[in-house]
Structure formats: C-alpha cells, structure tokens
C-alpha cells in the first residue's frame, strides 16, 4: 500500500536498513552518516569523523531531536484540540503541519537556552533545521516503518524491540526483516509522535499510560506497549486491513464463501437480522462486516462505535452516505474525560440510527448492544473474538458481568437470546492462509444458563461451512425468502464450493 505524500517530502526513514548487532551508530546505507537517524551534511558544527568534536555533536544533536520529539508529541494534541474548538472545524493535514512547524521553532530556542545555561556546545543553524524537517517527516511519515507499509504483500507487523521485526505476508510466509529505529528511545518516541497524529485527543504513551491503540493513516491498526516487557523495551504491533471496501461477491471470488453463502449472508442483511460476526485473532471479522454492511441499502443511517477506528465506513460515501463514527476515548493525564464504547452505544442510540454497528465487543457494551438490537434496530451488528460459535454466548455472558448492570447469566442469556439472530463463525481453511465462514448458528431462545441455537451451517472436513437440512426454523426460513434467499441453497448437503 503506497501512502499519499499530499505534496510533502517523502518520510525519512530511522535507518531501516540497520542490520541485527549493528552498534547505533552503524549503518550499512551509503545514504547515512555517523549520526543516527540523519544524513551528512557540511555545516558549521562539522567536524572530523572520529574526533572528540564528532562525539560531542552527535550527542547535541542527539539531545535536540529527543527534545523536540518529546515536545512535539506533548503539545501537538492540545493546539489542535484548541484550533478545532476556536475555529469549529476539523483541522487539516497541512495545517497540522504549520502548528508541527511553529511548535518545533519554538521547542529549537527554547532547547538553546537550556543548552547554553548548561554549558553545552549548539548545533549550527542548518543541523537544527534538517532535524527539525526529519522530525516532522517522522510524525507525516511512517519514519522506520514506511519501508513495511509501502510493501503491499506485509500484512502483520511485530516489534517485540525496535531491533527484533517480523512481518507475516498475505500469503501467510513470515519472515525477520531490519530494525525500524535506531534504539529502543527511538522506537518510543516514534509511537508518541504517530499517536500525536492520529487524533486531537490527547494520547499518552509513557510508564502512567504504557499502551496505546491507534489508527494509522493508511488504515491499519497499531497497538504499543512500553516498559511492560522482557527487558522494559516498546513493542509494537501492527494488523494491515487489506480490503477497505468489500463486497460478497468479492469474498467469493477469494475463496471465503461459496455461492449458497453468499445468498444467505445477503438475504441475512436483508432481512435486517442482528448479526455477531465471531473468529480468532485476524481472522477477517471486520473485513465479513464490511462486506456485509456493503449490502445495506446507502441511504441507511449508521452509527458505528470502536474502541480505534477502523472500520472506515463513512470513508465511501456512494456505498455509505449516512455514518457517524464513534471512537471511544482513554482518560486524560488528570484521570478525566474517559468515554467507553459502552457509553458511545448509549449515545448512538440517541442519534436515530437506522442500524448500529460495534466494531468489536470486549467489555460492558454488549449489554447496550444488545438492547439496541432487541428495541427496534433491527439489523445491527458486531463482531467478537471466540474460538467458535457456540463459545460465543459464554464470551458475552462473561463481558456482561463486568457491566454495572451486574445482570444474573439467566438474564443474560434472555437478554442475548432476544437480540442477536445469527452468529458467523470465522475459520482458516486447512492451508492456514484462507479465511472461511466455517459455522453460523441461528438463536432461538435460551433456557437457564444456556442460550439455545441451530448450527444452520457447520464446518466440513476442510472447515467450510456446509448446510444443515431442516435445522433453520420455518419462520425464519421465511423472512429470508422474502428478502430474496432461494430456499434449495440449502438441500446440497455438500454445499457449493468449487470442487
């Protein structure tokens, strides 16, 4: 995936060419010099390479990037949340740059006068430029990490240090590829500074907030963690969403459903049925939602809630006109100011949504999700990481004890029973690199403890979901013949795979 550069210079990357034992220093790109993360350049600092001159103006200049970093990733947040509430209008990606700029002219003089007053050496006037252009290049970059998002075939990246890499392809290799910072510092102030950029809210990373979870600008997810690993050290990942706009048929096409599925995941949608979209880790849930949410009708109002957005909906507004995109938010440095998703279902709720639609359920929101969907939003949807369908309802029943509800597992599953109509269950195929529906349960009550369902569709000896005669009910049969489904999908016990 190749991101816009809108014009601006490309991203400078911090060395990702660095090999595994190479000292911070070193660096086997002609392009670098002896100073980490910046090119050589004649300056008035100059000085000859290996002498006590050169020591000491690497290590100012080390100290003027860490601050402006540091600053810039403090202060960015809080001028774009004050222009946004001066001017009433989202603040751009060149004006988020003009505010980068002028905070960092301002973070350079400040830095000097700390400097001298310690009696430090400066850096010439064009070294402190080049490292203020590299800082921001780092924040309207990906810095160290373009090279693996401008790869196309990288699905998955895992940092477990700024040295120790692995990415997993599409076609499911996984391979050990170059640092993407210079030091375990780098690769911590890099997180500050994208998390600095990816919203007006404030987003700490340090020993107080150790993770952060974030949307890049290309679409993928990043999640980050710091001081609480083997050696203390940032860790990262990163999941790469490779279809931002799906369709059924597309799915099809890449071996995910077969076409009595296709059916009846449309007539599903609808039939404006409530939906729970369940499956292992990257195992294409939300790539199944948007596909699914493709098949709604455009002028639909949709309220979406995320913990980080990402399922892009309003994105596309010939397949989506009406969206509004909830994203919940963490606590400021005062401990003030948290809005969970459960609290964000509540909201939506109030904003006449036609559907609403939770990226994907992890705590207390399933019990206002599934009051939305048991009080006239027919056709909601979410999605919930379990290792089967049948698992799902123990999954909910355990996120609904954590709300202040406090419900009993008997209300629970009423609860449940009354609000979701179908799950479908995610799989891998048997050569672990084909995501498939493997199993879809319809809910038809509950009894006690236990939610009652039909498995309608269960795996086959390849894990694609094969149907079950007769285990639909009539009545539901019905609604989805009136939305289209062609009841004699359903009698090929085999179904219809290709063979």
């Not at 373009?146 to 477990?160: F, K, M, R, S």
């Not at 993928?220 to 279809?243: K, N, Q």
């Amino acid at each position: 995936m190749n991101h816009p550069t809108n014009g601006y210079p490309p991203p400078v990357p911090l060395r990702p060419d660095q090999q595994p034992g190479q000292p911070p220093g070193a660096s086997g790109h002609p392009g670098w010099g002896g100073l980490v993360g910046q090119r050589s350049h004649p300056s008035a600092a100059q000085t000859p390479l290996g002498g006590p001159g050169a020591t000491q103006t690497a290590e100012a200049v080390g100290r003027l990037r860490q601050h402006l970093r540091a600053t810039l990733g403090a202060e960015l947040p809080q001028r774009v949340d004050a222009q946004q509430r001066r001017t009433g209008a989202p603040v751009t990606r060149e004006a988020r740059r003009e505010l980068a700029r002028a905070i960092l002219d301002d973070a350079v003089a400040a830095h000097s006068e700390n400097e001298l007053m310690a009696d430090r050496s400066l850096v010439g006037r064009d070294v402190e430029q080049r490292v203020i252009t590299e800082v921001i290049n780092e924040l309207f970059g990906m810095a160290g990490l373009q090279p693996l998002l401008d790869d196309g075939g990288v699905e998955t990246i895992n940092a477990n240090r700024y040295d120790r890499v692995f990415v997993q392809y599409t076609d499911g290799r996984r391979a050990r590829v170059a640092p993407i910072a210079g030091s375990n510092e780098e690769l911590t102030d890099l997180v500050r500074l994208l998390a600095a950029r990816a919203s007006s809210q404030e987003r700490r990373f340090d020993y107080g907030s150790p993770a952060v979870n974030l949307q890049l600008p290309g679409g993928e997810r990043l999640f980050a963690v710091m001081g609480l690993t083997a050696g203390g050290v940032t860790s990262l990942s990163i999941r790469r969403h490779g279809y931002l706009t799906v369709t059924l048929p597309e799915l099809r096409a890449r071996g995910t459903i077969d076409p009595g599925l296709e059916q009846f995941l449309r007539a599903m949608v609808r039939g404006r049925k409530n939906i729970l979209i369940t499956g292992g880790t990257n195992a294409g849930k939300t790539t199944l939602l948007r596909a699914l949410a493709s098949e709604m009708d455009p002028m639909e109002r949709l309220v979406t809630i995320e913990d980080a957005f990402e399922l892009g909906l309003e994105l596309d507004p010939g397949i989506h006109a009406d969206v509004t995109a909830f994203q919940a938010r963490e606590a400021n440095v005062e401990g003030e100011g948290a809005i969970s998703q459960a609290e964000l279902v509540r909201w939506g709720l109030r904003m006449s949504p036609d559907r609403v639609i939770v990226g994907e359920i992890r705590g207390p929101e399933v019990i206002p999700m599934c009051n939305a969907m048991s009080q006239g939003n027919d056709g909601s949807m979410a999605t919930l990481h379990a290792s089967s369908s049948r698992i799902a309802f123990t999954r909910l029943a355990s996120y609904a004890a954590q709300g202040p509800e406090r419900l009993p597992l008997e209300a629970t599953n009423l609860l449940v029973a009354s609000a979701v109509h179908f799950v479908v269950h995610l799989a891998r195929g048997l050569d672990r690199t084909t995501r498939v529906v493997s199993s879809i349960r319809e809910v038809v009550g509950a009894d006690g403890p236990q939610v009652i369902s039909n498995e309608v569709y269960r795996p086959g000896p390849d894990r694609r979901a094969r149907p079950v005669a007769g285990a639909l009910r009539a009545d539901t049969l019905d609604d989805l013949v009136d939305a289209g489904f062609d009841p004699g999908l359903l009698e090929e016990p085999d179904g219809w795979w290709p063979r």
